[in-house]
């Protein structure tokens, strides 16, 4: 009779993660992830309405603000179905092809906010460089272009990888790290030549986000030295206000990435704890955190939720 061995078996369903030996608790510890995903999609929606529907907010800036809810709204989507799933009923089985495309997704949002804040950022650059041909420049239908065109590019990049995957052999017991599948937890379980995959999703990593990174850097650079140049202090104030709400928002999507990114690499002996909080901070802080950052910081969205309470409560 042949001995199965794990050379010639290939699983083909993988385990996902919650938090290890405090599963009595699961029910309890939904209960803030899913008040953090609840205010995450109305408050990304609410964005979304108020830019469609406020006259005032019709300006390129709250156009790429617009792409950036909608960015945050996929990346929320990604990652809600399994991660409430497994708290709630301990869905923890996930098949190949679903796990495949739940990862192709999840780095394909995530690929696009990094774009978005790169585009929102050259916005702020042309905003104060060139403020008399602003609305010129960046017009609506070269804002949708840039967004459809950064879109396009997400899911493009991540395409290749995401194909490897369904055609490689699993040989180990398939149980992932997070509550949902990421590209580097699939390849560890691999018994395929996951060369490819890891030395591209490097490549992409250094080239996209690494780019994105830089050129946010060398336009806040550009930045900084036309307002230093401005002659009065008010209007240097004015400027650099403008800028806050988009600095807030790199650093809460960049950080978290950054954290989880060096966690993978050199963290092999960390709890694997740090891990699943790191995991779940990085995939829920950006979307929870963006409207509410655009909401308190600027003035022009403070006064369209406010007109729109006004009017529920006369209506």
Known sequence: MPILTSANLSYSTFLLTGFPGLEWAHHWISLPIFVGYIVALVGNATILHLVRTDPTLHQPMYYFLAILSVTDLGLCMSTLPSVL???????????LVPCVLQQHFLHSFSFMESAVLFAMALDRLVAIRLPLHYTSVLTGPRVALAGLVLGTRSAAITAAPSLHLLKFDYCRPGV???????????????????????????????????????????????????????????????????????????????????????????????????HILMGTVSVLFPPLMNPVIYSIKTQQIRRAIVKVISWGKIQ
């Open 85 to 95: 799933g497994m708290l709630w009923f301990d869905a923890r089985a996930v098949g």
């Open 176 to 274: 992932l790290s997070h509550a949902y599948c990421l590209h580097q937890d699939m390849i560890h379980l691999a018994c395929s030549d996951t060369r490819f995959n890891r030395i591209y999703g490097l490549c992409i990593i250094m080239l996209a986000m690494g780019s994105d990174v830089l050129f946010i850097l060398l336009s806040y650079t550009i930045i900084l030295r036309t307002v230093l140049a401005i002659a009065s202090a008010g209007e240097r104030l004015k400027d650099l206000n403008t800028c806050v709400s988009h600095i807030l928002a790199v650093l809460c999507f960049y950080v978290p990435v950054l954290g989880l990114s060096i966690l993978h690499r050199f963290g092999h002996h960390t709890s694997p704890m740090v």
